[in-house]
Nanobody
């Protein structure tokens, strides 16, 4: 059973920054990709960004210029750097790794709260 470790959420004032981490043992050796999602209260889940298996990254238009996805191959970890946070960014953020021939793995979710 793969244990996904997600961390980095918390409370911050508008304009602040947070960095979320998602560690999936085997992520690098299995050549996985990862998506970040968020879900605010009473709203549908929203795709936020991803790192693809080839290492390329992209983010949703709603966070472009503020959020960045990166990965540390040596640590099997993917990061979601969130800058210039807004109250509308308040949500539970989750990571989901997809690994061809190995499976899909989800983090437990971490709460991000941005106050005005």
């Amino acid at each position: 059973q793969v244990q996904v470790a997600e961390s980095g959420g918390g409370s911050v004032q508008a304009g602040g920054s947070l960095r979320l981490s998602c560690t999936v043992p085997g992520f690098t050796s299995k050549n996985c990709g990862m998506n970040w999602y968020r879900q605010a209260a009473d709203k549908e889940r929203e795709w936020v960004g991803q790192v693809r298996r080839d290492g390329s990254t992209r983010v949703a238009d709603s966070v472009k210029g503020r959020f960045t996805v990166s990965k540390d191959r040596a640590k099997d970890t993917v990061y979601l750097q969130m800058d210039s946070l807004k109250p509308d960014d308040t949500a539970t953020y989750s990571c989901g790794a997809y690994c061809v021939g190995w499976g899909n793995y989800w983090g437990q979710g971490t709460q991000v709260t941005v106050s005005s």
